[in-house]
T-cell receptor
Framework: DAGVIQSPRHEVTEMGQEVTLRCKPI?????LFWYRQTMMRGLELLIY????????DSGMPEDRFSAKMPNASFSTLKIQPSEPRDSAVYFC????????????FGDGTRLSIL | AQSVTQPDIHITVSEGASLELRCNYS??????LFWYVQSPGQGLQLLLK??????LVQGIKGFEAEFKRSQSSFNLRKPSVHWSDAAEYFC????????????FGAGTTVTVRA
């Protein structure tokens, strides 16, 4: 079975550019999560969706960050404009809504903003 | 305040020796407990989970964990470590009162020496 698929795996871009990260959750999962991982702050939940609806975006650091989930099989995390401090590994995870169902993680996008 | 604590930042263990990683949590509600492993450049992989029932749970790769309610702990163990177990390990907790969002510990890095 295909797991959570993220693209691109690596992204290097210059400060000020728009960055779009993509995620395809596991088929049938109805919750989707975006995380950011850095050495300093560890794993941070940025936003999550239930049934394609954003539920909690309190972890989104700034208005420069936005996320969408237009359908059950696709989500994007966009940073515009990007800054060097946005450099991190961004993970997408999906799960079934029920609380005892674990989240399954993609392999992440390693983002470097120069 | 809800929190997950992994007291050990880094553990070095010899191949073939036993391993125990500690995890303590502070939650008022009945928690759902998870252990994830992250190899370099990879996403988080679920090792095991505890929801209810037998407090000793078996996971993949020969790992097990024991839930001790009285100690608010969920320690991870492996009787004999292999070189491939070198990775970072994360304990995570979810509760219904927190809408089943995962709260992660800071992680424990395991180094395996020959």
């Amino acid at each position: 079975d295909a797991g959570v698929i993220q693209s691109p795996r690596h992204e290097v871009t210059e400060m000020g550019q728009e960055v779009t990260l993509r995620c395809k959750p596991i088929s049938g999962h109805n919750s989707l999560f975006w995380y950011r991982q850095t050495m300093m702050r560890g794993l941070e939940l940025l936003i999550y969706f239930n049934n394609n609806v954003p539920i909690d975006d309190s972890g989104m650091p700034e208005d420069r960050f936005s996320a969408k989930m237009p359908n059950a099989s696709f989500s994007t995390l966009k940073i515009q404009p990007s800054e060097p401090r946005d450099s991190a590994v961004y993970f997408c995870a999906s799960s079934l809504r029920e609380g005892n169902q674990p989240q399954h993680f993609g392999d992440g996008t390693r983002l470097s903003i120069l | 305040a809800q929190s997950v604590t992994q007291p050990d930042i880094h553990i070095t263990v010899s191949e073939g020796a036993s391993l125990e990683l500690r995890c303590n949590y502070s939650y008022g509600a009945t928690p759902y407990l998870f252990w994830y492993v992250q190899s370099p450049g990879q996403g988080l992989q679920l090792l095991l989970k505890y929801f209810s029932g037998d407090t000793l749970v078996q996971g993949i790769k020969g790992f097990e964990a024991e839930f001790k309610r009285s100690q608010s702990s969920f320690n991870l163990r492996k009787p004999s470590v292999h070189w491939s177990d070198a990775a970072e390990y994360f304990c995570a907790v979810a509760t219904a009162t927190n809408d089943y969002k995962l709260s992660f510990g800071a992680g424990t890095t395991v180094t395996v020496r020959a």
